[in-house]
């Protein structure tokens, strides 16, 4: 798949930046506003950039690590938006084994046109990870479209209900699930929204008990 982004890099680069991303992402913008001010921001296939240079232009100053495992279409975009707030890595799913070593728990990850890519064998995992690197109410914004018959890209099945099932497994709640038509108003696609939020009590308790329980999940599955 990276392949095919490197090679046409370019045309990625123009279709993606064409797009303005409060269409995009207008259902859960409101959810910034609860996030901490200057707080951390994962954009996980993070494309041209777009998306990580209009998150560190919101008033709560953010700041990004964008994760774009394409070298070419990577190279464009930190070409494209130079800020010293976002931060470039080349690193994938399911393992993200680079930004995992930084030890960092973010205020928001999102996965914007992502989930697709994943094979069906690696999204439970990929979700485990991903959830692991949450603050305490911290919230994974996941946006996925539906394939169609003959495009060269390959598209593996997503079903809504099995992110449910991932995010029950590691502690998270849903706070919000839309679908949506195609911004770019390609007829024959859907997209679909879910955004999930680890709780907090206040005192720091629920996310260490999500920790002791998942831990402990991992453990048995080992034995």
Do not use: C
């Amino acid at each position: 798949m990276d392949d095919v982004y490197n090679h046409k890099a370019r045309e990625f680069v123009r279709r993606y930046e064409a797009v303005d991303p409060v269409r995009v992402h207008g259902s859960w913008i409101p959810f910034l506003d609860n996030l901490n001010r200057g707080g951390l921001i994962l954009d996980i296939g993070a494309g041209s950039g777009r998306d990580a240079a209009w998150l560190v232009d919101h008033p709560q100053k953010f700041e990004v690590f964008a994760v774009e495992p394409a070298r070419r279409l990577r190279e464009l975009a930190e070409s494209n938006h130079p800020n010293p707030a976002i931060h470039w890595y080349a690193d994938k799913l399911p393992q993200l084994k680079t930004i995992r070593k930084f030890n960092l728990k973010f205020d928001l990850i999102l996965l914007s046109a992502v989930w697709m890519h994943l094979p069906e064998a690696q999204q439970e995992r990929a979700f485990r990870v991903v959830s692991d690197l949450l603050k305490p109410k911290g919230i994974m914004v996941i946006t996925f479209r539906n394939s169609v018959a003959g495009e060269k890209r390959r598209f593996h099945p997503v079903s809504a209900n099995a992110l449910r099932k991932f995010a029950r497994n590691n502690a998270l709640e849903e706070i919000l699930h839309q679908s949506n038509a195609d911004v770019m108003g390609r007829k024959q696609l859907h997209w679909t929204t879910l955004v999930f939020r680890l709780p907090d009590d206040g005192t720091g308790a629920l996310p260490l008990l999500r920790n002791i329980v998942i831990n402990d999940k991992k453990t048995s599955t080992y034995k």
